[in-house]
């Protein structure tokens, strides 16, 4: 991928990781193992050059999607596609209360799950920087 289609996602998602909304300066402070974390413009569901297959992602949401397109909503033990942020608003499918994410819907759901949007240290995390 080239630079300028780099930034042109980085700067479309307003600098935050568009699945868990950490923004990318706090996404540096995630170090597991001496490896510390970045966000990254990762395809959404194809293999593609066009800027809107990419969604920005901190490596940890990256790492956890990989190349899925759906998951299990464990509420109604049903599959629901992931969020897709080209196609749907993220307040819509999800809300943060108490520094964890909370899925709206059976997609946000679904996507907290599979990408384990609540580990500890993320919510940890998320509390820290709410109370500064």
Request: charged residues 25%; contains cysteine; glycine residues 4%.
């Amino acid at each position: 991928m080239d630079a300028r289609t780099r930034e042109h996602v980085r700067l479309s998602a307003s600098r935050l990781s568009e699945y868990c909304h950490f923004l990318e300066n706090a996404v540096s402070y995630l170090v597991v193992s001496s490896r510390s974390y970045h966000c990254q413009a990762a395809h959404l569901y194809e293999v593609s050059d066009d800027p809107e297959s990419f969604a920005w992602a901190c490596d940890e949401c990256n790492y956890h999607k990989g190349p899925s397109l759906a998951s299990i909503n464990l509420q109604t033990q049903e599959q629901a596609s992931l969020f897709n942020p080209r196609l749907a608003e993220w307040n819509y499918h999800f809300s943060i209360e108490d520094g964890i994410i909370v899925g709206r819907t059976s997609t946000g759901r679904a996507t907290a799950r599979l990408l384990k949007m609540n580990s500890p240290r993320l919510v940890r995390l998320r509390r820290e920087l709410i109370a500064q």
